[in-house]
């Protein structure tokens, strides 16, 4: 019988910095779960936990969940690559990430189209939404649901209330070309880095900000190494929690069926949960210290028509229909 180390011991299976995973049984098939995010609060974390418990429970005998946070087996740069050559089996990269296979991502990452969270909850489950799931298919990705994780701010290393103070700053970004254009509209510098390099970054100096969600900013301290962060919900920051089609196709029929019905599950009670996270983890960052700037209406306007003309930018190469179903949203 397999050990289920998030049954065993729930604490050591949450605060676990590294692998977390159940001791596997021989014949079990491994999957590999990898994923850049840390801490114990992160809503990806979470879920990505979550996935493995009840995969390792109700499919016990047949597939044994490993997770792998914090950029431990793959970081940004390997990791859909590795997911091709089948050296992983599951990830949940952020939707800024995939510029390399699909343009149309690129609506995700588009400044101020989604109000909030709902926006984009009722964006992901529209048609387009649904469609949009499945737009690598021709790689040999599988989309098996959009992981909410927050909407994203600013922070730097001085205060950033209006656009105009952000020029000449050195910004890290995802690697994706609607953040690049995003920090030139408001007067910066971007710098794409991998995850794992961003706090040491704005440490050293060798970028001044950053844009994250407080979930990130709590569980990754970026707080303590920058001035302040600024509540500017400018993007949303989702992830696409997949896997490859050769690894779908080689599970018999009832454990695909079975496991995609736990993906769908785990991924409803991940987005049920994370506006609440994201409170928590907002709450974190002042109890710890760390400072957050609010808009007044004027100043956000400023923000928003700073960095709007950056859609028609990405119209054509997104697609209009696209951008207009997420704004409708
Ligand atoms: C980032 O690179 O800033 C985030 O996408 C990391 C993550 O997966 O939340």
Redo the contacts with the bound molecule.
Sequence with gaps: MKKILGTLSAVAFAVSASASFAACDAGEKVVKLS???GGTTHP?VVAANNFAERVNKDLNGKLCVEVYPNSTLFG?SKELEALLLGDVQLLA??L?KFGSYTKKYGVFDLPFIFKDMDAAMAFTASKTGKDLLNAMEDVGFVGLGYWM?GMKYFSANKPLLVPSDANGLKFRV?NSDVAKAMIAAMGGSPQPMA?SEVYGALQTGVVDGQE?TWS?IYTKKFFEVQDSTTQTSHQL?A?LFMTSKEFLDSLDADTRAKFIQIADEVTVAANNSVKQKEEANRKNILDAGGKINELTPAQRKQWVDAMKPVWKQFEDEIGADIIAAAAAS
Excluded: E, G, R
């Design positions: 994923h850049v995010t990806k940004d990269p952020s800024s994780s995802q995850f994250n990130n920051l992830y």
